[in-house]
């Protein structure tokens, strides 16, 4: 009877067999099993889209598959596979290492199982279990021991170490839900920008108080308020000066007019001085 081999690459001998080179071969089943355990190597993936599959190699040392940690690199310019045979069972520490915005996909060489993908923008580290589970679909599980959480959903008091860049994507919610910015104690919400635009595309914008509580808005140091619409592109603006005994200049565009309840008010050019008596 002839010697078989696991789908790692370790050769079972057969009673009897390897007169002579018995010794040989325990040591490199001794050395694949290093691999297995400990071992780290890195799989070049470089190129467009395509897919790599990680071979076993019976009875020798080297194949990629039979490392504990596996190392992704190259330069990928498209989304990239790769797989191992369906009948390997172990698990493995991956990294994506590799540059270029694509997707790094590890997976079965065939069936519907679940697979594990990295995302075009994650480079980091991932814990997978080949499950090994089924002759013709297994699972590629993942683990989120050691490597923190598989999502933010799971955290229930996430807490930032750094900036958040947003990547060129938005803060959204579902179902219709409100997002709620909400300092601590008298913490204030502080919008660093020169424009801050509120509106969903072309509908009306509503700026309100939140609850009962009367909506003021001032600006901070020595900057004039001016309200205009449109970003004030043909617009007529409101402007109240900064400063002590400051005017408050009403200035229609074009031939605008300035109104209150419909009657047309005085104007000197484009600004407005109105005395009220009340007696």
Known sequence: MASTYTPLGIELQATGENAGTWGTKTNTNLQ??????????????AG?????ALSVSDGSTGA???????????????NQIVTIPLD????????????????????????????????ATDKGDQIVFATGNDGTNPDIDTLAIGTGIASVAADTSPQLGGNLDVNGNDIVSTSNADIDIVPNGTGDVVLAA???????????????????????????????????????????????????????????????QVQAGGAQLSTVGKSIAMALVFG
């Open 88 to 119: 390997v069972q172990t698990f493995y520490f991956l990294r994506n290492s590799t540059s270029g915005s694509n997707t790094v996909q590890f997976k079965y060489a065939s069936g519907s199982g679940d697979s594990f993908t990295f995302s």
């Open 48 to 52: 467009g889209a395509q897919t790599t």
């Open 32 to 45: 694949i099993f290093e691999q297995i355990s400990g071992g780290f190597v890195t799989q070049d993936i």
């Open 194 to 256: 020169d424009t801050v635009k509120v509106g969903d595309s072309g509908a009306a914008a509503v700026l309100t108080s939140n609850g009962a509580g009367t909506l003021t808005v001032t600006t901070g140091g020595a900057t004039d308020l001016v309200l205009s619409t449109n970003s004030g592109t043909d617009s007529g603006t409101i402007t109240i000066t900064d400063g002590a005994n400051g005017n408050i200049n009403f200035a229609p565009n074009g031939t605008g």
């Open 64 to 78: 990629v598959l039979s490392h504990r940690m596996i190392e992704f690199t190259g330069s990928i310019s498209g």
